[in-house]
């Protein structure tokens, strides 16, 4: 049966890497056994532009009605005025909250051929390989009341609220330790139970799910310990569990452990529906929409690329289509190719985003 996806290019260089995800569609379709059915709508500022909305309910629907979402990035300058409501980021967020994809998972691995693209010291990062899982759906990003209210003449106030419900933290904290044991079975649970009751009801309910789970190894360290840890020593996490603020901080910090935030993928998973072996989900690159190198085939379409086989993995149950996709990239870091994000030396060949896409085809042809 054909997979309907439905892929939002989004804004800058959404577009570019969105193109190159399709030759990969086009050659899954011709050459595995799944098939596609690709609708492509707008999103962010590309949608304020044309509907004064960065999403509209017909995307919404249609996001609710796909089998999975592929989208490229959202945001730009041009956008950034306008008012909080209105801007590129909620139509992100919107979909995140709607479609209830509570669970984000953000893998920080290192290719071998790219331990020298990282700021950190090859024995500190060769052969990391973390996941972090990003509560979503809560937390402070969505927590009531929040705003911006003048209280005097000259005084404004700005706030939000920082809330965890104990159903949320429960099932976000069952995925950690779920992961876990497909893995290390070694499961960290960050938060600020020091300072913010909110993450100390964190911590006790994870404390309570670890008792499903007496085989993992549970760790618990405060925030601002954790940046520093991954920083100093990263190869001592394997799985991290941790808030929504906490996580986006802490992903893009662990991305450049890895070299470049363009290697990076994500997976945004809802709950199972019951009986069935089906979830929402939505695959995005970690990276953002880069309006600096936007149009120009610079962009690294590799954290896309790896998103699909994210999504060949969690939705579609083709690990082994996951793990081509990642050995072809490994050959062609391997062999030398990179683009502008990733290229350190003159002995690699720099390819433009459309090319890197080409190169992958003929890497999968050649499988
Ligand atoms: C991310 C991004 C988003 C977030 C923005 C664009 C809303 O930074 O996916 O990490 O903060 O979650
Ligand atoms: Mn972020």
Same mark, same amino acid.
Request: hydrophobic letters at 40%; charged letters at 25%.
């Given at each position: 049966?054909?997979?309907?996806?439905?892929?939002?290019?989004?804004?800058?260089?959404?577009?570019?890497?969105?193109?190159?995800?399709?030759?990969?569609?086009?050659?899954?379709?011709?050459?595995?056994?799944?098939?596609?059915?690709?609708?492509?709508?707008?999103?962010?500022?590309?949608?304020?532009?044309?509907?004064?909305?960065?999403?509209?309910?017909?995307?919404?629907?249609?996001?609710?009605?796909?089998?999975?979402?592929?989208?490229?990035?959202?945001?730009?300058?041009?956008?950034?005025?306008?008012?909080?409501?209105?801007?590129?980021?909620?139509?992100?967020?919107?979909?995140?909250?709607?479609?209830?994809?509570?669970?984000?998972?953000?893998?920080?691995?290192?290719?071998?051929?790219?331990?020298?693209?990282?700021?950190?010291?090859?024995?500190?990062?060769?052969?990391?390989?973390?996941?972090?899982?990003?509560?979503?759906?809560?937390?402070?990003?969505?927590?009531?009341?929040?705003?911006?209210?003048?209280?005097?003449?000259?005084?404004?106030?700005?706030?939000?609220?920082?809330?965890?419900?104990?159903?949320?933290?429960?099932?976000?904290?069952?995925?950690?330790?779920? &992961?876990? #044991?497909?893995?290390?079975?070694?499961?960290? %649970?960050? @938060?600020?139970? /020091?300072? $913010?009751? !909110?993450?100390?009801?964190?911590?006790?309910?994870?404390?309570?799910?670890?008792?499903?789970?007496?085989?993992?190894?549970?760790?618990?360290?405060?925030?601002?310990?954790?940046?520093?840890?991954?920083?100093?020593?990263?190869?001592?996490?394997?799985?991290?569990?941790?808030?929504?603020?906490?996580?986006?901080?802490?992903?893009?910090?662990?991305?450049?452990?890895?070299?470049?935030?363009?290697?990076?993928?994500?997976?945004?998973?809802?709950?199972?529906?019951?009986?069935?072996?089906?979830?929402?989900?939505?695959?995005?690159?970690?990276?953002?929409?880069?309006?600096?190198?936007?149009?120009?085939?610079?962009?690294?379409?590799?954290?896309?690329?790896?998103? &699909?086989? #994210?999504?060949?993995?969690?939705?579609?149950? %083709?690990? @082994?289509?996951? /793990?081509? $996709?990642? !050995?072809?990239?490994?050959?062609?870091?391997?062999?030398?190719?990179?683009?502008?994000?990733?290229?350190?030396?003159?002995?690699?060949?720099?390819?433009?985003?459309?090319?890197?896409?080409?190169?992958?085809?003929?890497?999968?042809?050649?499988?």
């Amino acid at each position: 049966m054909k997979k309907n996806i439905l892929l939002l290019p989004g804004d800058g260089i959404g577009h570019e890497i969105s193109k190159e995800a399709e030759k990969i569609f086009n050659w899954l379709d011709k050459n595995t056994n799944l098939e596609f059915e690709i609708s492509k709508e707008l999103i962010g500022g590309a949608s304020i532009d044309e509907y004064g909305e960065p999403i509209t309910n017909k995307v919404l629907n249609l996001a609710k009605k796909s089998d999975a979402i592929l989208l490229g990035a959202v945001g730009g300058p041009k956008w950034e005025k306008l008012d909080f409501i209105k801007r590129p980021e909620r139509g992100l967020l919107k979909i995140r909250k709607e479609l209830d994809l509570f669970a984000n998972f953000r893998p920080a691995i290192v290719f071998d051929a790219l331990v020298s693209a990282s700021s950190l010291k090859e024995e500190i990062i060769s052969d990391l390989d973390i996941m972090i899982i990003r509560e979503l759906t809560s937390g402070i990003y969505f927590g009531e009341p929040r705003g911006i209210e003048k209280i005097s003449e000259n005084i404004k106030k700005g706030f939000n609220t920082l809330v965890y419900h104990s159903d949320e933290i429960e099932r976000i904290a069952t995925v950690g330790f779920e &992961i876990a #044991m497909k893995r290390n079975k070694k499961l960290c %649970s960050i @938060d600020k139970a /020091n300072v $913010l009751e !909110s993450t100390e009801l964190w911590r006790d309910v994870v404390n309570d799910v670890s008792k499903k789970f007496p085989e993992i190894h549970l760790t618990h360290m405060y925030v601002d310990n954790a940046a520093m840890q991954l920083v100093r020593n990263p190869k001592q996490f394997d799985v991290i569990v941790t808030t929504n603020m906490f996580g986006d901080i802490l992903s893009d910090c662990a991305s450049m452990l890895t070299g470049s935030l363009g290697m990076l993928p994500s997976a945004s998973l809802g709950e199972f529906n019951t009986g069935k072996k089906i979830r929402k989900a939505m695959y995005e690159p970690v990276h953002g929409s880069a309006p600096d190198i936007a149009g120009k085939n610079l962009a690294n379409p590799l954290a896309m690329i790896q998103s &699909i086989g #994210m999504m060949l993995e969690y939705s579609f149950s %083709s690990l @082994d289509l996951n /793990n081509l $996709l990642k !050995s072809c990239i490994n050959n062609i870091l391997n062999n030398g190719y990179r683009t502008e994000d990733i290229f350190s030396n003159s002995n690699e060949k720099k390819l433009g985003t459309s090319e890197m896409g080409d190169m992958l085809v003929k890497e999968l042809e050649a499988s």
